[in-house]
């Protein structure tokens, strides 16, 4: 067992207070009362109230968090996660859960001297597991991921009953169903209007959630087409210019080349030559 004398010299009936003030020569101090005492040297008669006190104090006085003004926050990493993931969610129909793991404790990021960044993965949905990546863009730059559970639950069009390849669907073949969308494959349709009157390119299962990609239609935007990107938000509109990375028909998802900045997103087909992304 450790022998406390060689941590702390002390007089055999020494008293706490005494020790304290040897240890921590300041006037303002919790104060310790005078019949605590410390027995020297370590015997199983020792005065444990005493030594609890002794070891609070040493706490106090050498705080585990003392060099956390330089580093980064957990909770501003997680803030930071949380409200980006929000506003993509917002742009699917339904309101979003959000679950936003806490980054580990014992990381040490220097504090940013910028406003955080935050931004999907390429080819990731801001639905579903996923995750964010966070980063430092100052003078001590740093990157993070912190992982994401997006759950948002929608009224979609799914099969009423068996539908073939190449029918034009009919009011009766669709029906509503509240899922999550994160479970739904491609750009859920949520309005009867998009499928009715629509072909079939492959055929569906009674239940199975309608989307876009299923719909025979001719894409509004072209692999390699230049497109406008529009994002909207707070009464502001921005605009800028784009390369289409895959083929898309309306409500459908792509990812789009950003040609000022060159980053790769997720952007939605609105109509011919031009897709949305959420501000």
């Known amino acids: 067992m450790h022998r406390l004398d060689r941590l702390f010299p002390t007089r055999s009936t020494e008293s706490i207070p005494g020790l304290v003030d040897r240890l921590f020569p300041t006037r303002s101090r919790p104060l310790v009362p005078d019949a605590v005492y410390l027995h020297h040297p370590w015997r199983r008669t020792e005065s444990i109230p005493g030594l609890v006190t002794l070891f609070a104090l040493i ?14 926050s957990a909770a501003s990493i997680q803030k930071t996660a949380h409200e980006f993931i929000l506003t993509h969610a917002r742009t699917y129909s339904g309101e979003p859960r959000i679950e936003v793991s806490i980054p580990d404790s014992r990381l040490r990021l220097a504090r940013c001297d910028q406003p955080l960044i935050a931004e999907l993965p390429p080819g990731s949905r801001p639905v579903g597991s996923t995750t964010v990546g966070v980063r430092c863009p100052g003078s001590s730059p740093w990157s993070i991921y912190v992982p994401v559970r997006v759950q948002i639950f929608a009224n979609i069009l799914v099969a009423a009953r068996p539908l073939a390849r190449g029918v034009p669907l009919t009011e009766s073949d669709v029906t509503v169903s509240r899922q999550d969308l994160a479970a739904v494959a491609g750009s859920a349709l949520t309005d009867p209007a998009q499928a009715i009157g629509k072909r079939l390119r492959y055929p569906v299962a009674t239940g199975a959630a309608l989307n876009a990609g299923l719909l025979d239609l001719p894409p509004l935007v072209k692999r ?16 800028a210019t784009g390369e289409a990375l895959a083929d898309g028909t309306n409500g459908e998802t792509i990812r789009v080349r950003n040609s000022l900045t060159k980053k790769i997103i997720q952007a939605t087909v609105l109509e011919a030559g031009l897709v949305r992304v959420p501000m």
């Open 224 to 239: 390699g087409q230049t497109v406008t990107i529009v994002s909207t938000g707070q009464g502001l509109e921005v605009r």
């Open 59 to 72: 706490m106090f006085a050498f705080p585990a968090g003392a060099d956390d003004a330089s580093s980064q």
